[in-house]
């Protein structure tokens, strides 16, 4: 049996070239993908394609099992890794969540490979995981090589583990693409002055590292470089707003606005309202580049952390760090996939301990109470959190959304203290071990404002930005994603919509605007294709809250959106037109909050039972009542406050 693993990153590749490379390869095979759109491109074209999602969903038995085999494997890295101490601090914990999440990858590839079946594994984007995949399949006497494809142009270009360009290049790569797509697209199209000034911002920051690092190879020994780079970061604290007087300090890698921002901004509000002095670090330069655009007073690390790498690869101690591993793998050829994830393992070590001299230095200088971060999991976040403990600083995290009952969560939270919205979220927390010690149940800071939102105002806003009649009936529709032909189902609703004299808005899911680009606009062009001269809007970027306030009904999947059109106290539908089953966990017509149609027609007919004969709308406020407390402890606007006075009791 035969098996070949792929690899592409979305700008460099043209599917039909792709399609080609395919008819090169003896029948039968499938394909397995990460990248929804090549499946849709690959079904039309009759190739048996499947994406790894739609085979491993996040929840159910298969998920618990692989799960709880990643974690098996990941504890026998944790033993060999306790022997790498830095500052008092054990390396590993920073990087230990990421590892899990690496090794469900290839525990699903194996799974997969062990079916027995000729496959084609192609994925957008680089992963050492694939050559962990790739000898799994060896030793299940696969006719194959121990190496992976680079798609681009033309041509494939093959990779081994030990290759002299070294493959983890490629993972540098997909994380410069991940930022430059971001500055270019993550904040809509169009060329504003306030989006050329964010590119000359990150041009200026990517120019400014490789000119220092340059400069800074020639001069003096590490030690000497690395406490010149910290009277730096002194300086840029110093000169900040907060100086070193701050008692709260937030930690953050978060690009996405809407997920770990959001919650976050209403705390912030609160420690200015307060004039408390609070610090705001990202070492990540996506996530400076959303503080900037929202004016949020911040501390970048990005070039110290990096530069601080770069000098401790050239120290001793660096040195010695490398060969430790380099004897750890020899010493455990047992451990499945050390020697694949090892030039990775070695370099998020190294930023590590970057990120551990630089918070080192932060915390012995400024007198902190607490620490707040964003949920994230991230090696920033979970470091900042590991020097806290040292330092004897409580830690918290903000659990960022509704949390779901998905087996990955259970080791993705490391702060004292967790921050969740509501019982729901205690449940679901609880089920996957957490200890209800750990837990402050506060409500959701990032619905606080919806208290004080009104929508005749919110209607008079559309009608002036986006001449949207504030007369008329809105209905808002916005999806957790695309799905299989939601375009035509769209579709036929903006006509009715038309038909009806209502309004139609649709909110294009911010994911998006980073990722899957061309998954969304072939969808776009699709829907103006078949409502040419009709009346609707598309976006990805008009305020949420404000579309969700002056909306008559709202329509949306199992998105968190459902939620929120609950506590703005609209109308919900919950449509699944797909073979898809909708989670348990966002199951807001159990509790009478929505109504489930799963009928295109019956869509139709309830929308006009609520818009024109005001139908179903007391079954719903009641629906709306009983939920409302599972999701957001008390819903009375001040769960910020709350974060608040513990953050700085």
Known sequence: MRCYFWFFYS?????????????????????????????????????????????????????????????EIVESYRKIFDKIIFKDVKVFNAFKFHLLLQFTLILKGKRVLEENKNTVFIFERFSPAYFVIMKIAKKLNRENKIEVGLLKGNEINYLKPTDERDPLTYADKTSRQRAIHFAKHGFGKGMSIEKFQILLIFGYRILSLLLKGFFYKTQGKSKEKINFILKKIDKK?????????????????ASRLDLHLRPMLPVIQKFHESKKPVHI?????????????????????????????????????GIQIRKLLEKLVTENPHVLGF?????????????????????????????????LDGGTGEEFENTAIEIAQKYNVKSYSIIPSPPTPSPQITDGYHADKLFLEGAQGVEVMKMLGYDQKRFEVVGGARYDHYKLMNSKNSKNILEKNFQISKEKKLIVIAMSRWHVNDEKWISDFIKFCNKNNFEVILKIHPTYKVASQNVSENKIRLIASKCTEMRYMITYDADLPTLLSASDLVITDWSSVGLEAILLDKPLIQVSFTTEEIETYVRYFDFGASIHITNYKELE????????????????????????????????????QRIYEILTS
């Open 11 to 71: 700008k460099e590749i043209d599917f039909r070239v792709l399609f080609n490379h395919l008819k090169k390869i003896i029948p039968p095979y499938r394909i397995i993908t990460n990248n929804a759109e090549l499946k849709e491109y690959l079904s039309k074209k009759g190739k048996n394609t499947i994406t790894l999602g739609d085979l491993f969903p996040e929840e159910g038995k298969i998920a618990e099992e692989i799960y709880t085999e990643s974690r």
């Open 237 to 253: 604290i110093i000169n900040s707003p907060g100086k070193y007087n701050a008692t709260c300090a937030i930690f953050l890698t």
């Open 281 to 317: 670090f990202t070492s990540d330069i996506s996530t400076s580049l959303v503080l900037t655009k929202e004016k949020i007073s911040f501390i970048n690390l990005f070039e110290e952390v990096n530069l601080i790498l770069d000098f401790l690869k050239e120290s001793h101690e």
């Open 339 to 371: 020697n694949e994830v090892l030039p990775d393992l070695l370099k998020r070590i190294y930023r590590t301990m970057a990120i551990i001299v630089i918070l080192d230095h932060i915390f012995k200088k400024m007198k902190l109470k607490s620490i």
């Open 605 to 640: 007919n309830i929308t006009n039972q609520i818009l024109i004969e005001e139908k179903n709308l007391e079954q719903l406020r009641i629906g709306r009542k009983k939920i409302t407390e599972q999701y957001n402890f008390r819903n009375d606007g001040k769960a910020a």
